[in-house]
């Protein structure tokens, strides 16, 4: 089975433009998370959705945003674009919400260049 | 409020030797502790995760952790390090916060085995 999967690998923007990152999950996976790495960094945790939800969202400004689509693949978008944007932008996917064996797999990530 | 640390940056060890990765955690209620690999340029892959049962978890690659209660500890161990080891390694917990299921991340620890 394919793992995690996230496009583009790589992505260089300007100041100020708005970009997307999408993301597909595991097969059977309902639950999209999304982090950001900075450089350095261990991930921030940006939102989580679940059967289409949001069901979290880490301490990011409004110009994040996300949906998930009905075969549970993800978009992560990021409007007004900042140099500290600039990160590795990774996708995780679940079973379920909850439970104890809900270990997350992650994507091999985008690396979003901010200009 | 849950917290994980990494408190060592980098850890060197010699080929063969033992190594240990440190990390401490806060969580309230019952903790869900994981550990994390990333090697360059790559997503994070799963190693081993704690829920419950006995303290002493094996993972992947030869790797095991040891879950401490009273000193709020999950150190990551290898009996023999290889050089393939060498990555930065991230301590995560999981557990309910306001609703969700995210995970928090350590700073992350660099693991170096020497030939």
């Known amino acids: 089975d394919a793992g995690v999967t996230q496009s583009p690998t790589h992505l260089i923007k300007t100041r100020g433009q708005q970009v997307t990152l999408r993301c597909s999950p595991i097969s059977g996976h309902k639950s999209v998370s999304w982090y950001q790495q900075v450089l350095g960094q261990g991930p921030q945790f940006i939102f989580q959705?679940?059967?289409?939800?949001?069901?979290g969202r880490g301490n990011f400004p409004d110009r994040f945003s996300a949906r998930q689509f009905p075969n549970y693949s993800s978009e992560l978008n990021v409007n007004a674009l900042l140099l500290g944007d600039s990160a590795l932008y990774l996708c995780a996917s679940s079973l379920a919400l909850a439970g104890a064996s809900n270990e997350q797999f992650f994507g091999p990530g985008t690396r979003l260049t901010v200009l | 409020a849950q917290s994980v640390a990494q408190p060592e940056d980098q850890v060197n060890v010699a080929e063969g030797n033992p190594l240990t990765v440190k990390c401490t955690y806060s969580v309230s209620g019952n903790p869900y502790l994981f550990w994390y690999v990333q090697y360059p340029n790559r997503g994070l892959q799963f190693l081993l995760k704690?829920?419950?049962?006995?303290?002493l978890v094996k993972g992947s690659y030869g790797f095991e952790a040891e879950f401490n209660k009273s000193q709020t500890s999950f150190h990551l161990k290898k009996p023999s390090a290889l050089v393939s080891d060498s990555a930065l390694y991230f301590c995560a917990v999981r557990g309910p916060t306001s609703g969700t299921y995210k995970y928090i991340f350590g700073t992350g620890t660099r693991l170096k085995v020497l030939a």
């Open positions: 704690y829920i419950t049962g006995d303290n």
């Open positions: 959705y679940y059967e289409k939800e949001e069901r």
